[in-house]
């Protein structure tokens, strides 16, 4: 059946004339993670995605999408994506939520001439000398939210920081992020295992470590695991994180423990806009709960696809890419631009765990960086 | 010094947690001669039952007591349907088995619960921390693990050398036909062994999961850690399943902890975190190696 009908739209094509710019569809492949620990953070993805194509009506429905489950394992990921650029022919891949298994993919997928969005991971090795000219973060640069956390506790005056995240590619960018505008003593620097579960040993170091506040990068279920371990274990020391550590997806597992904790966010659901407002009571509406970072980067990503597919036909690479690089959508961050490595340029934002009608969220409370493009922007040579 | 001890108790605790699941499948290997892969699947089950029946009745206790059933009641009816006819082939057709198994029992409980990791509450009973003599504060869940570890040990080391059941379990190991011809129902025998061990795992399963998260495919990393305590401790030894789970715990646990500190003294700070940590993961199968070409049987292996 769909042979088929790939067969009379080609016909259809041949018959109007190939040359004209005939606004066809785009096919888009969504390789992100929909079972066991991170399973949180793509079906957010998934779901953020949807809610604009479904929003965007008529032209969301000419977005043709595949999703698969990549189980956050990097192989899988590589097989998934080979399988969608061979037999389904995609134009576009998009979702994926780990940095190291970004690495296994991206590079591949824009070599073969796909477009690759990022609704989430955004190694730094893409960001500098890797850049391409066919692959767009739409979500960040990922050692921004760790910048604006480390801006954060030197703002704050704090003085010895224990900072932890997991030994892969966006923990190792957090650590160098949050170092970065950190200048204050550390108490203790700890590199877990990707997927650990089990912090024991690692709390134990932060209970002796003597540190003012802890920094911690945990997206997922290694957050809820070591949120809810942290708070049976009697440490009281202050924690602050990047908003996957305190993320939607995590909130309700981890429970009033996280009242108060600060984080740093290019989103967050109180941010005063158009955009944002029709997103976060869309989503709810949609789903019945609020939707997380992850969502709103994937909507947004969804949103610029939309953007630039009512420019220019994705067949006309170039035409594409600039329209894709003009970033002309209304994004629920309010304003956001491209840098020259296709990077966003955008304000990060401090925001602290809240209950809102008995339920668990984030709300602003400061600016931690204005207009804050990348440290690797430089390096990129397009 | 109290930051030590509380890592030693953390490796204790983590060794204790191995020990539950090792001595089902050290049982099982020795008395029955079986590679059970699916051993991380009654885990899953004894995890999933008492998140099902914990949220279900307001009762984490109950959940425990649910995890033991369920998981005892699955170990059974996987004996009575599938393992009882492995015995007498080889080692292969076992492995594929049991990891057919594996793929069932995952399929089964994310068709019954989903992709989504469910999460335990402590009860208010043994949440928070508890201040040891010697002021080390720790969490009051993780020294119960502890202690019903070290009684779980207890009684089966009693159930093994000083009852009936035990001394057949035994007579099956040494001599399988020798046992049936003296008129033991040998089928019944391994079926009780073989629950023994799957309400073991599902103990494991259910105080994991309540520290951690109840998934699905939570199994399977647990499963290859209880084989290299198996093999460190000698196949069907009960006493060298504690020992060797006591010692990959100790291993892992402290050389997380110690490794990076320590390499910290001959390189720059972060790179000492990067490869500290990634030498401490590999520290458990270099121990294995090591007690592999001290004592190829195990440290209280029986057979060469």
Redesign the interface.
């Known amino acids: 059946m769909k042979l088929k009908s790939g067969l009379m739209g080609t016909i259809a094509a041949l018959v109007m004339g190939l040359g004209a710019a005939q606004a066809e569809g785009v096919k888009v492949g969504m390789i992100t993670t929909?079972?066991?620990?991170g399973?949180?953070l793509g079906?957010d993805t998934r779901d953020g995605f949807l809610l604009a194509l479904k929003q965007a009506g008529d032209a969301g429905s000419t977005v043709d999408l595949v999703i698969e489950?990549d189980q956050q394992k990097p192989d899988i990921a590589v097989q998934i994506a080979d399988k969608m650029i061979q037999s389904d022919k995609v134009d576009m891949l998009t979702g994926i939520v780990w940095s190291n298994l970004a690495m296994a993919v991206v590079p591949s997928a824009t070599a073969q001439g796909k477009f690759y969005l990022s609704t989430n991971a955004a190694p730094s090795q893409l960001a500098g000398a890797g850049c391409n000219a066919r692959y767009f973060s739409v979500s960040y640069q990922n050692d921004n939210l760790h910048e604006a956390a480390g801006a954060y506790a030197k703002g704050a005056g704090i003085g010895k920081v224990f900072i932890m995240a997991p030994?892969y590619p966006a923990g190792?960018d957090s650590?160098a992020g949050f170092k970065r505008f950190y200048d204050g003593a550390?108490a203790g620097?700890?590199?877990?295992?990707l997927g650990q579960?089990?912090y024991?040993?690692e709390i134990?170091?932060i209970?002796?470590s003597g540190a003012e506040a802890v920094f911690f990068f945990l997206p997922g279920?290694m957050g809820?695991?070591f949120m809810?371990?942290y708070a049976?274990?009697?440490?009281g020391i202050p924690l602050i994180g990047p908003a996957f550590s305190l993320s939607q997806d995590i909130l309700p597992?981890v429970?009033d423990s996280a009242l108060g904790i600060k984080n740093t966010s290019s989103w967050s659901p109180d941010l005063h806009n158009a955009a944002n407002k029709a997103f976060v009571a869309g989503f709810q509406a949609e789903y019945g709960r609020l939707p997380s970072l992850y969502a709103a980067q994937a909507y947004d990503t969804a949103n610029l696809l939309l953007s630039a597919m009512a420019k220019s036909d994705v067949a006309d690479a170039d035409a594409f890419r600039a329209a894709l690089a003009a970033a002309d959508f209304a994004s629920v961050r309010g304003k956001f631009r491209f840098g020259p490595n296709q990077h966003p340029v955008q304000d990060i934002y401090v925001r602290e765990v809240v209950k809102v009608d008995g339920v668990l969220t984030n709300a602003i409370v400061g600016t931690a960086m204005t207009d804050r493009a990348d440290a690797y922007a430089d390096q990129c040579k397009m | 010094m109290?930051?030590f001890i509380?890592?030693a108790l953390?490796g204790l605790?983590?060794g204790m947690m191995l020990f539950l699941m090792a001595a089902g499948l050290t049982l099982v290997f020795g008395v029955m001669g079986l590679i059970n892969l699916a051993h991380g699947s009654l885990y899953t089950v004894g995890a999933f039952a008492c998140a099902w029946v914990a949220a279900a009745t307001g009762s984490f206790f109950l959940g425990l007591v649910a995890s033991l059933v369920a998981a005892a009641a699955a170990g059974a009816l996987v004996e009575v349907v599938v393992i009882r006819r492995l015995y007498h082939r080889d080692h292969l057709d076992q492995v594929l088995a049991t990891f057919a198994l594996i793929l069932v029992f995952s399929e089964g409980t994310?068709w019954l619960f989903g992709?989504?990791?469910l999460?335990l509450?402590?009860p208010p009973l043994l949440?928070?921390?508890v201040t040891l003599p010697g002021g080390v504060?720790y969490?009051?869940?993780?020294l119960a693990i502890i202690g019903i570890g070290a009684v779980v040990a207890l009684g089966l080391f009693f159930l093994i050398n000083r009852t009936r059941l035990g001394i057949r379990i035994r007579a099956g190991e040494a001599d399988r036909e020798m046992i049936a011809a003296l008129g033991v129902d040998i089928e019944r025998l391994y079926t009780i062994v073989f629950a023994l061990g799957a309400a073991l795992a599902g103990l494991a399963g259910a105080l994991v999961g309540t520290?951690?998260?109840v998934?699905?495919?939570m199994g399977e990393p647990v499963l290859i850690l209880a084989f290299v305590v198996i093999i460190i401790g000698g196949i069907g030894s009960i006493k060298g399943a504690l020992i060797g789970a006591l010692l990959v715990g100790m291993t892992d646990?402290l050389g997380?902890?110690l490794l990076?500190g320590l390499f910290a003294r001959v390189m720059a700070?972060?790179d000492a975190?990067?490869v500290g940590?990634?030498v401490a993961?590999m520290l458990i199968y270099i121990l294995m190696a090591l007690v592999l070409l001290v004592r190829p049987q195990g440290l209280y292996g029986q057979r060469g």
Not at chain 2, 139 to 142: I, K, V, Y
């Open positions: 929909l079972s066991g620990g399973a949180g079906v489950d030994n190792q650590l550390l620097e700890v590199y877990t295992q579960t089990d024991a040993a134990a170091q209970r002796a279920g809820i695991a809810k371990q049976a274990s009697g440490v597992a429970g | 109290v930051l509380e890592q953390n605790q983590y994310r992709s989504f990791p999460y509450t402590l949440a928070g921390a504060q969490p009051l869940f993780r520290i951690q998260s998934q699905v495919g646990v997380k902890a990076p700070g972060s975190a990067t940590s990634a993961s």
